[in-house]
């Protein structure tokens, strides 16, 4: 049996944090790329923030047209939207200071360590605030020992960063629904603003997580669409909320003179889900990534290059891949149904179609934060039921729904899947704590 008996919680977190580290700086090490990293979007953005030009970045697209080839060729012109702010922000201000080589590279590595364990230190304190302190060290010791997240570290997507900033969403909402204090919905909502300018698709998924949240009450008749929180409250966590995330969608839409809400190219992701070569997976029909290329996309293309090249270029192309889009489904219902239903498992299981998720390690750990994730929400419910308290419940099945239908209908990559079952770990620790239990691998204490 185990035994889980620790005298001092205090030497408990110290040691979880000192692992957690140790492992992401080994793996930092070892595979980090110091020389020349992909840094995609976000690298592109913040070196033309850095070289003066701007928060700037040519579409990433092959042209057939000659005209745009010389312009992909020359510094970008006009101010874009293409991602959210605050990771590129993060490696600009960086290589402002360390400048654009090695150095900052690995600042930017350490910093994605530091914040992927305080991540790790948030499950910790969520399963103990919802659960038991025995499956909250399961739960925490399981997270900083969940490769694919470790191996995200090298990586300079900004998911580190989000990661952990929905685990503090989600401790905060659970926090205020309880204690009902107006500064912890300020922080909530705060918290889901930042958030936002991170993950743009939380714009609607973190509102509509408040809004559910706020109007489930508990009580022995369990009336929904009642609120069980204050009208003050209530309008704090929104405008605590809109404060952050409404700056930048006024900037953006000021910047294109039309409705932009935090990125330029929302329809981008769901074309990469819906076109004629979709597999349901992160790599198309004849194994290759999704992305916009002569051979196999070359009416998207024909079609980006007729574009004028102008402050609107950006949303232009999205109005584009939104109508190609929209027209393979009309065209081909059945055919999307089934893509869809294969994403929507692959999001709890593995895409076959591509080779790194089907990696052995990334199968071990994947199933073994899926089956007790589900284990663990079935705990959570029947705890919350004899409680008559379904916030817990109710926030993290809530982020789980809106997600895996997110990631349903548009593109599903490795990166969405580990984003959801990193936030999902308080769900995993507790349902390894009760496999545990089950089978009497864990002691019992009192």
């Known amino acids: ?35 020349n990293p992909e840094m995609y979007e976000h690298g592109y953005i913040a070196r033309n923030l850095n070289q003066g030009y701007g928060y700037t970045m040519h579409w990433p697209y092959p ?50 360590s530091i914040f992927s364990t305080i991540g790790v230190f948030l499950v910790y304190l969520i399963i103990k605030y919802i659960s038991n302190i025995k499956a ?16 995200g570290i090298t990586t300079f997507s900004g998911s580190a960063l989000y990661q952990t900033t929905a685990l503090a969403f989600i401790f905060l909402l659970l926090i205020s629904l309880n204690k009902q204090k107006s500064y912890l919905f300020m922080l909530t909502g705060l ?19 408040i809004i559910i949240s706020l109007f489930i009450k508990n009580s022995n008749k369990n009336k929904f669409l009642i609120p069980s929180t204050s009208s003050k409250n209530i309008v704090i966590v929104f405008i605590s909320f809109l ?41 198309n029909i004849y194994g290759e990534k999704k992305w916009i290329n002569h051979k196999r996309y070359p009416i998207v293309v024909a079609r980006m290059d007729s574009l004028p090249f102008n402050q609107n270029f950006e949303v232009a192309v999205d109005s584009i891949l939104k109508d190609e889009a929209l027209t393979y489904i009309k065209n081909n219902p059945v055919r999307t149904l089934i893509t869809w239903a294969k994403r929507f498992l692959f999001v709890w299981t593995i895409d076959i179609y591509t080779p790194r998720t089907r990696h052995p390690i990334n199968v071990l750990f994947v199933m073994l934060s899926v089956i007790p994730c589900f284990i663990g929400l079935n705990s959570l419910y029947k705890s919350n039921k004899m409680n008559r308290n379904y916030n817990s419940l109710i926030v993290f099945l809530s982020f789980m729904t809106f997600y895996t239908l997110l990631f349903t209908v548009v593109n599903l990559i490795a990166r969405y899947q580990i984003y959801l079952l990193t936030v999902c770990q308080p769900l995993t620790g507790i349902g390894l704590y009760e496999i545990l239990k089950k089978f009497k691998i864990l002691k019992n204490e009192n």
Do not use: C
């Open 1 to 35: 049996m185990i035994n889980l008996t620790i005298k001092s919680e205090k030497i408990f977190i110290i040691l979880l944090i000192t692992l957690s580290m140790l492992l992401r700086i080994a793996v930092m090490i070892t595979i980090g790329n110091f020389k």
């Open 63 to 112: 042209p057939f047209s000659l005209e745009k080839i010389n312009i992909q060729n020359s510094p970008p012109k006009f101010e874009g939207a293409f991602i959210p702010p605050v990771d590129p922000y993060i490696i600009y201000l960086t290589f402002q200071v360390f400048g654009d080589n090695g150095t900052a590279y690995a600042i930017l590595m350490i910093l994605n």
């Open 136 to 151: 909250a060290r399961i739960g925490a010791l399981f997270g900083a020992i969940f490769v694919p997240n470790i191996f």
């Open 191 to 209: 918290t889901g603003g930042f958030l936002t300018l991170q993950r743009s698709e939380f714009l609607v998924i973190g509102l509509g997580m």
């Open 243 to 283: 404060i952050i995330a409404t700056p930048w969608v006024v900037r953006n839409t000021m910047l294109f003179n039309h409705f932009t809400t935090i990125v330029s190219h929302p329809w981008h992701e769901f074309w990469r889900g819906n076109n004629n070569l979709s597999s349901g997976g992160d790599y």
